[in-house]
Structure formats: C-alpha cells, structure tokens
C-alpha cells in the first residue's frame, strides 16, 4: 500500500524522539524493515520504513493522530474534550509538543476507557474544523520518466536554496529524493521564515522573546505513468514556485506542469446529486456535498453550507447551472470501523484537502469515478445562463455571440463596466481569484484569494468588460426575428417576452429564457399570450425535467426561419401549416404534398396543379438525391405508355418553365434549369429538397 503523500513529512517525525517511537511501535507492532535492527535505528529509518513498508492499519491511526491531533488546535481539542467528559487532566504528559503530546495521549487512550472516548471526541472536533493538510495536483505534458534522478536531486535542492534565499525563508534545505516503480517521492526539509515569540524559557521567570526559523516538511510525488504531481506543501504559497521548479528541473521545461486542470466540478453542476449517488465505488456507501463556492459574474460569490447542499439550493431555486462552482466539501460514508465520514474539500484547478488521511487513495477512486478528480474534461461551449450575472471580458462574449458582438456593442446592449474581480492569467481554470483593489495613478493591484496563486498587479486593461443590458437585448432580439407586437419590458427576471410570431392561421407568443426558467414560468406569462401557443426558447438545455414547450436554440440568436421551424414541433403544429415552415435551413426547393403547394429559394410556385406531370415531376425528383431515369419518370407522371424521352424531356420542361416564371414575378434570380441531364437517359435535382 502506497502510504498518503502527508504522512512522509520528514519534519513531523523529527519532532517525535525515537524513544517515543519505539514505545508506539511496541503498542501498534513494529515495522518489519525497523524489527530486524534490534532498536538501534534514527529518524531517517523511520522515514524509509514508512516509505517502504506496508503499514498496518494501527501504524496508520497513529500517523493520523500525528498530522490531526498533533497541532495546537488538536491539543486544545483534547484538553476540551476531557473537560466535557469530567476526566483529569493530571495523567497528561507536561511539558511536551504538540506532536510528543499527541502521540503520549494515543498510547494512554489504549488502556484507558474514559481517554479512548476523549480521543474519539477530540477526532471528531478537528475534523470538523482544524487545517487538515492539503495537497496539490498538477498534469504534465506527457507522461515522462526522469533520468539521472541523483543529480536532479541536487540541482532540485539550489533551486530551493536560491528560492528561500530569496523569500527570506534561511537557508536551510535538505532534499531527498528515490524512486519506487515509477513513483518519485522527493522530501524536502527547510527552513521558513524568522519567528520571534514572547516566551517563558524553562528555569527563568522573566519573558523574553525567542528568535528562530521553524523547519517545514515537505513532499511531492511524481507518478511518471500518467504525468501526474503532488505536492504537500506546509505553507500553501511555496505550491507555485515548487510547480515550475519541478518542471525546470525534471524536464527543463518551466511549464511542463501547466496541462490541464485536474479537479472539475462541472459534473456536479450539470448531473446534481445523481453524480455522487451513482459512483460505484466499493467500500463507500452515501456521498454527499455539506459545503460549496458557487460563482456567478464578477461580483457575486456564494458560500452554501447545508447538509445536503443540493436539497438547499432547490429549496431556495437557485440556478445551479448558473455561474461555476469552484470550491465543494464532500461528505463520504466509509465503511468500516469509524462512523465518522471523511470530508474531502476539492478546490478547483488543484487543491485537494481530505479529512483522514489513511482512506486518501479510496476517496481519489470516488473522485475519479464521479469525474471530478483527473477528469480533464474538453472545455463546455459557452453558455448563457452560465453566464450570470453577464458581466464578462469581451474575449467571453465573443465566444458566445460571435460576429454579432460588435454589434450588440454598437445597440448598447452590451455595455462597457469595469470588472471587480478576474482570473490570474496562469491559472484561468481557479475562477476570478485576483480581486482589483484601487492603488494610485490609476492603476490596480490584484488580491489572490489563493495562497497557491500570487498576487499581481492589474491594468485598466485588463479589468475591462461589458455587460449585458437584458432589455436591450429583448429589444435586439425581437429586430432580428422580425417581431412587431406584443411582448413586455423585462421585470428583472428569468425571461423576456419577445411577443407574437404569426404562422399562416397560427399564432406563436415567444419567450426567451434569459435564464432557466423558475416553477410556474407559463401561468407568468399566459395572461400576455392571448390564447396563442406559448414557446420558452431555450440557449442552453434544461437541467430538470419541465412542462414548458421547450424550443432548445441552436444559437444563442436564432435566425427567424431556424426558430419558427423548432417552435411550431415544440407546440405540434407541424402537421398544420404550410411545408416550408417546417423545412430545414438549406433547403432551396420545398414540397408540400399534402396541400399540394412547393416553393423555391420561399417563393412559392404557382400555376401547377398537384395532379399535374410538372408537379409530379418536380416531386420525384425532390425526393431523391440520385439521378433518376427517364423510364422511372414516366412510371411515376403518366398511367400510359408513351416514348420516355419524350415525356421526360415535357415534364422537365414544363416544370422549369413554371419555376421560371414565378421567380421572374417575383423579381429573383435563378438558374434556368433545376434538373439538368446526368448522363444519357437520366435527370437530377440540383437543388437541395425537403418533401412533406
């Protein structure tokens, strides 16, 4: 068993005396690697024991109340707990650290009744609310083996050195660094920043202050089979630095660890609660999110705390599709011993944070199995309820309205602002993280809420927007589809009424959902339609089922011929009007035999009976996309047997001529001949048909 990245923090286990160790081991049984050197052994075997031995599950336990119980925050939540359960706090080791303390008070609980359920109690406690420790994940470009991985070591460790120089970190380092079937695990220790606290040093009565630079303990897996880094990093703002230079090192390539993001949480907006129920995973029974980061625009960020955050956020109807979820805390039911479920915290692009570190590699397979974790899916089109609040770069709008946007600027429908907060440039993938604060000369400074992404300055430049003016935009769209009537000014909510759209007898009243539409969108509106046929258009698909007439757009600003063709399916009136209504875009020549009509390029051709050989003929050769043969023709136009060429050659003219003579009453242009020769004995339709 791969031991979690955490638990190789080389500065932890030195904090804990061997002599502390050797009385763990004699409790939870002794790692076979240290068994064989007859307890004469240092901190740097108990590293590589745990690197290379399988731990049993006690020496797990013991490793997570080192890295959870082993802080302040977890001696305080033991001291709480037997404050709470009456117990004395007498027998407690004094005078220790917090990680010597821990580990003293994991030996006591074992034969002590009354500490084992202070132990569970404080367990509890700082799962619930301590700083578990995080991790990073990174992609690769490829999937690369390093080579000479000695002298990478070294060349790793300057890199480090310069780094701590530089950041005023000291300039202790230590690297260390092996290989185990294609998994490098490189250790890090180093100094950090200078610490002076007020103390009361053992023996003196006076305060004073200590000066000194705490050791932080760091590690990063590469796993060269599928590209993939982690990093465990004490302080979170070392993360960057330790990404680029694992690149530059390993591969001489700063970037190489700048693929794709390897956490999404798009599944979780586009499938709900469905994604964590369905996981298949055995060993973990109920998932569910307690905690989540919804973003939508650049001003509005939502934290969502719940016990079910799905049942919430539908209580409150509030547009999941919306916006982009950034940060999610998951609840996963292991089965086994504990009751206590693992809390898994994912914070896109990267950061990973799981509660007990002994179920990590169980809590990656849900992650994968979900498609949250490695996912790297291929960025979704851009979509406009996603879009909300619609304040956005142009470069955003232009991916979503295309050659129409200069346009839409033009009609001020989409108005110049200035955004209040954007993504960093190197890490679009983590939401608009840099928050612009105003510094002078006109000039802003970016505030990262991430303390794996630095800060940086911001031009006016690059916190220019626009933002979408709904009404302009009702305004607009009824222009293009060419509506005159109805309608009504937006009331700030989820759609706008764009009025009627006439179909030969048939009236349409449509609706564009500038968002998904809430409960009861069609009684909103019915009083305004008059009885005609209500029709939502949709730009982008509904994430619940719904019992409105639904017209899904294929663009977010549908053509008029492109919307009456899906709307009149929608409310089943295809059946009902006219063939050309319903033909699809593309089709020059339309057919309705039904009513025994056809048109070309929409000018509808008269003066040709539907009995008639010229209409026949026109739609013979409608319906195929082949040449058809003289013979075939007249099998189809006439009961009697006259010369084919003959009659072919009539029909074909007749119908031409009546095609001919419509489009010249009508003041258009067109080819004098539909249905040229294929070859000898044969004819072809070179217009595109649709026949109803």
């Known amino acids: 068993m791969q031991l979690p990245l955490a638990y190789l923090d080389a500065a932890a286990i030195e904090e804990v005396p061997v002599d502390l160790w050797k009385d763990v081991f004699d409790v939870v049984g002794w790692p076979p690697s240290l068994a064989s050197k007859n307890g004469s052994f240092g901190h740097e075997d108990i590293l590589r024991a745990l690197e290379q031995d399988t731990p049993s599950d006690s020496l797990l336990q013991v490793l997570e109340v080192l890295h959870t119980l082993g802080t302040e925050a977890g001696r305080d939540a033991i001291q709480a707990a037997m404050r709470d359960r009456h117990v004395s706090t007498s027998g407690l080791p004094a005078n220790k650290g917090e990680k010597e303390f821990a580990l003293r008070f994991f030996i006591a609980q074992r034969s002590?009744?009354?500490?084992?359920?202070?132990?569970?109690?404080?367990?509890?406690?700082?799962?619930?609310?301590?700083?578990?420790?995080?991790?990073?994940?990174?992609?690769?470009?490829?999937?690369?083996?390093?080579?000479?991985?000695?002298?990478?070591?070294?060349?790793?460790?300057?890199?480090?050195?310069?780094?701590?120089?530089?950041?005023?970190?000291?300039?202790?380092?230590?690297?260390?660094?092996?290989?185990?079937?294609?998994?490098?695990?490189?250790?890090?220790?180093?100094?950090?920043?200078?610490?002076?606290?007020?103390?009361?040093?053992?023996?003196?009565?006076?305060?004073?202050?200590?000066?000194?630079?705490?050791?932080?303990g760091d590690t990063m897996r590469?796993?060269?089979?599928?590209?993939?880094?982690?990093i465990a990093a004490r302080s979170s703002s070392i993360v960057e630095f330790y990404r680029q230079a694992l690149g530059r090192v390993l591969f001489n390539d700063e970037g190489f660890f700048d693929g794709n993001a390897v956490c999404s949480l798009r599944v979780l907006q586009e499938r709900g609660r469905e994604a964590l129920e369905n996981h298949g995973v055995f060993g973990v029974s109920r998932v569910r999110m307690t905690e989540c980061l919804w973003e939508r625009g650049d001003r509005e960020l939502f934290h969502i705390r719940s016990s079910d955050c799905f049942r919430s956020m539908e209580e409150l109807r509030l547009p999941l599709g919306e916006g982009a979820l950034l940060q999610a805390k998951l609840k996963c039911d292991v089965i086994g011993k504990s009751t206590?479920?693992?809390?898994?915290?994912?914070?896109?692009?990267?950061?990973?944070?799981?509660?007990?570190?002994?179920?990590?590699?169980?809590?990656?397979?849900?992650l994968n199995a979900v498609g949250i974790r490695n996912a790297a899916p291929p960025a979704p089109a851009m979509n406009l309820w996603a879009l909300s609040p619609w304040r956005h770069p142009i470069d955003v709008w232009r991916s979503l309205f295309g050659a129409e946007t200069d346009k839409l600027i033009k009609e001020r429908v989409l108005l110049p602002v200035q955004l209040a907060a954007v993504p960093h440039p190197d890490h679009a993938e983590a939401g608009r993280v840099l928050e612009a604060q105003a510094v002078e000369d006109g000039d802003f400074y970016?505030?990262?809420?991430?303390?794996?992404?630095?800060?940086?300055?911001?031009?006016?430049?690059?916190?220019?927007?626009?933002?979408?003016?709904?009404?302009?935009?009702?305004?607009?769209?009824?222009?293009?589809?060419?509506?005159?009537?109805?309608?009504?000014?937006?009331d700030n909510g989820a759609l706008l009424e764009l009025g009627f759209i006439g179909v030969g007898d048939n009236s349409i009243y449509a609706v564009y959902a500038l968002q998904q539409p809430p409960a009861g969108s069609a009684n909103t509106v019915r009083s305004r339609a008059g009885g005609a046929h209500l029709a939502f258009l949709l730009p982008a698909p509904l994430t619940e089922a719904s019992d409105l007439t639904q017209v899904t757009l294929e663009t977010v600003i549908p053509t008029k011929r492109g919307l009456i063709r899906c709307a009149l399916h929608a409310c089943g009136l295809a059946d009902l009007v006219p063939a050309i209504h319903i033909a699809p875009d593309g089709a020059r020549l339309v057919v309705d035999t039904k009513l025994g009509k056809l048109w070309v390029d929409g000018v509808e051709i008269g003066g040709l009976q539907p009995s008639s050989q010229p209409f026949r003929f026109i739609t013979l050769m409608a319906r195929h996309s082949t040449p058809v043969s003289h013979d075939e023709i007249v099998r189809e136009i006439s009961s009697g047997r006259q010369d084919e060429d003959v009659m072919a050659r009539q029909a074909k003219s007749a119908a031409n001529k009546a095609i001919a003579g419509s489009m010249t009453a009508a003041s258009r242009s067109f080819d004098p001949d539909s249905f040229p020769a294929a070859g000898t004995g044969f004819y072809r339709c070179i217009l595109p048909a649709f026949v109803r």
């Open 112 to 216: 002590d009744a009354s500490l084992a359920d202070v132990f569970v109690r404080a367990q509890i406690q700082v799962q619930e609310t301590g700083d578990q420790r995080r991790y990073n994940e990174f992609l690769g470009k490829e999937a690369r083996c390093i080579r000479n991985l000695d002298s990478k070591k070294e060349k790793l460790r300057e890199e480090i050195l310069r780094h701590c120089r530089e950041a005023d970190l000291g300039e202790h380092v230590q690297v260390e660094a092996f290989e185990d079937e294609g998994t490098y695990i490189f250790r890090i220790l180093r100094s950090h920043r200078t610490q002076k606290p007020l103390a009361v040093v053992q023996g003196h009565s006076a305060r004073a202050t200590i000066e000194f630079r705490p050791v932080h």
């Open 222 to 230: 590469y796993d060269a089979s599928v590209g993939l880094l982690r």
């Open 340 to 366: 206590r479920p693992v809390t898994v915290n994912i914070r896109v692009p990267s950061r990973i944070e799981v509660s007990q570190k002994a179920h990590e590699f169980l809590i990656e397979k849900v």
């Open 446 to 490: 970016g505030i990262s809420q991430l303390p794996e992404i630095p800060s940086r300055s911001l031009t006016p430049t690059e916190l220019d927007g626009f933002e979408l003016m709904p009404e302009g935009f009702r305004i607009y769209l009824r222009s293009a589809l060419g509506i005159s009537s109805g309608g009504a000014v937006w």
